[in-house]
């Protein structure tokens, strides 16, 4: 069934200018999740994260706390870090715009497109968007009457003379590309935006300016620095541009929000063509987290922050979060909205009135009618396919469509509940001395459908899943995936390997049923 091949999926990087927050954590973990999918299938993964220090409103932020950037952007990539590292997010590494093994290689590309031809000087006079480091059309200027897009605050007007990127020169090549490659540009809907767009023409970029010094300075012409984005860009090859990495390249999946897929979708892939690089697989913009209906604001007090997200993690649990953000959040085209009251829902629906439930009725029965221990292998059959189920699942997972993946997985829980209603070992249980081949049989079957679920639900909730591995007497996955190990999906989901005689463990509930206070 599976490829073990090479896997290399990248988050954006995070400007230094604002702490951590749901968004953030929100592309990482679902980056994480499908990192520990592939893991799972057995896959040399390489998954990179990491911040985006340079650039004007970095500069501004650090000015207004009398720092310098570097001391501005050591301590919010500080805190990028350790909440990663506190979320159990499985990053292979966390690139910094602003480290020598960046700097060093952003120049040297830089330096290859000059010598191709591909990067020549020019002059700009146009509209700025300081806010989100990017220049604006004068279309769109007088669209957005002169206002930026994102932030509502006034376009600066810049005249410049900065070296520029003959993006117009791909235009065919790029859509060609699109065209042939339907799964290149997704979701669908972002994918028809970019289409349009380029068909109405590209222009060639400024990829230098001489008015903000906090940058990697171009290659002899130190009064330029490299703008911010085409440095940004860059850290999704300079972080594996070395011996023992470039085998990963190019990146299979380029995870985003729907905002920066401009740069991800048009501009990365023309650098690509023009450094002749192979193309990523996959440039994949989700949509945007919103608050109890309104978009986040501090002012409203609906802003989710990493203090906010800690509440509900001691609550609820980290991996309730992890479930709670994959199968609301804003994967598809349209945005997401964040309220307690769906938290609480989806936490007893799924969680404790399904998982937690169905594990504890099956610990529950085996205390009851055989010590603890777990029956023989019975020769009745549980009523579901597993290795197709498993394949439905490979296939989902794949496509990114993650909730359809998950969906798998704790479908087989609600199949164990199904069976355990219709087969009714409760009753059979009152007459054992007729009824023990049957009930022995049911209770094996249950509880070696949970474990299969709990493998495919690893990825989404690993600590609880792994809580349920050692539970159910296999802790070996556990090992085997820890530090950033290998599973083998297929043949750790063939049917039958739980041992008879296997103490299963009843422990706390997994999910404690949310009580409304
Ligand atoms: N530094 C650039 C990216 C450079 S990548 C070469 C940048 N940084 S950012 O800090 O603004 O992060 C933007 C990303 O954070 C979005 O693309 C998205 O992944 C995530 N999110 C920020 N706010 C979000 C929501 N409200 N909802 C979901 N994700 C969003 O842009």
Redesign the pocket.
């Known amino acids: 069934m599976a490829d073990h091949g090479q896997f290399y999926i990248t988050t954006?990087?995070?400007?230094v200018n604002?702490r951590p927050h749901?968004?953030?954590i929100?592309?990482t973990t679902i980056c994480d999740m499908v990192a520990r999918y592939h893991r799972l299938k057995g896959d040399d993964v390489f998954f990179l994260t990491g911040t985006?220090e340079h650039g004007k409103k970095v500069a501004d932020a650090a000015r207004e706390q009398e720092v310098s950037p570097q001391a501005f952007a050591d301590n919010i990539s500080g805190e990028f870090q350790a909440a990663f590292d506190r979320l159990g997010l499985t990053n292979d590494d966390f690139i910094r715009t602003t480290q020598p093994r960046h700097e060093q290689k952003v120049q040297h590309y830089v330096r290859q497109l000059i010598d191709k031809g591909d990067v020549e000087l020019g002059e700009y006079e146009g509209w700025y968007d300081p806010g989100q480091e990017e220049y604006v059309t004068e279309t769109n200027a007088r669209e957005q009457n002169y206002k930026s897009a994102v932030s509502g605050r006034l376009l600066e007007r810049v005249k410049e003379t900065n070296y520029f990127f003959r993006l117009s020169k791909y235009q065919d090549q790029l859509l060609r590309h699109i065209e042939a490659h339907p799964q290149f540009i997704q979701p669908q809907a972002r994918r028809n935006e970019v289409v349009t767009r380029i068909k109405q023409g590209l222009h060639d970029v400024a990829i230098s300016r001489t008015t903000e010094p906090w940058g990697v300075p171009m290659p002899d012409a130190q009064e330029h620095s490299i703008y911010v984005w085409i440095d940004?860009?860059f850290?999704y090859r300079s972080a594996i541009d070395t011996d023992q990495r470039l085998g990963y390249w190019p990146a299979q999946i380029h995870m985003?929000?729907k905002?920066?897929l401009w740069f991800h979708a048009v501009i990365w892939p023309a650098m690509h063509m023009a450094l002749g690089w192979p193309l990523p697989g996959q440039i994949y913009a989700h949509s945007?987290?919103i608050s109890e209906g309104q978009k986040?604001s501090k002012t409203l007090g609906n802003f989710i922050d990493l203090g906010k997200l800690d509440e509900y993690i001691s609550e609820f649990s980290l991996d309730s979060l992890r479930y709670y953000l994959v199968t609301q959040g804003?994967m598809g085209a349209s945005d997401a909205d964040f309220s307690h009251q769906k938290y609480v829902d989806v936490y007893n629906a799924d969680l404790a009135n399904t998982v937690g439930n169905s594990f504890s009725r099956i610990a529950n029965m085996t205390k009851r009618y055989f010590d603890g221990k777990l029956p023989p292998k019975p020769t009745g059959q549980f009523p579901v396919k597993i290795p197709e189920l498993v394949n439905n699942y490979v296939v989902d997972f794949d496509a990114l469509r993650l909730e359809g993946a998950i969906s798998r997985g704790l479908g087989l829980v609600r199949n164990i509940d199904n069976y355990i209603e219709q087969r009714q070992p409760f009753k059979l249980a009152k007459d054992m001395d007729s009824n023990r081949a049957a009930v022995e049989e049911v209770l094996y079957n249950c509880a070696e459908a949970m474990r299969i679920a709990s493998i495919l639900l690893w990825p989404i909730m690993p600590q609880k899943m792994e809580q349920l591995h050692q539970r159910l007497g296999c802790d070996h996955y556990a090992a085997a995936l820890a530090d950033h190990g290998r599973g083998d999906l297929e043949a750790w989901t063939r049917w039958g390997q739980l041992e008879t005689g296997t103490s299963i463990q009843q422990g706390d509930a997994l999910f404690p049923r949310h009580q409304p206070t």
Do not use: R, V
């Not at 954006?12 to 400007?15: D, E, T």
């Open positions: 954006p990087i995070y400007y604002a749901i968004g953030h929100y592309t985006d940004a860009l850290n985003i929000g905002e920066i945007f987290w986040m804003p």
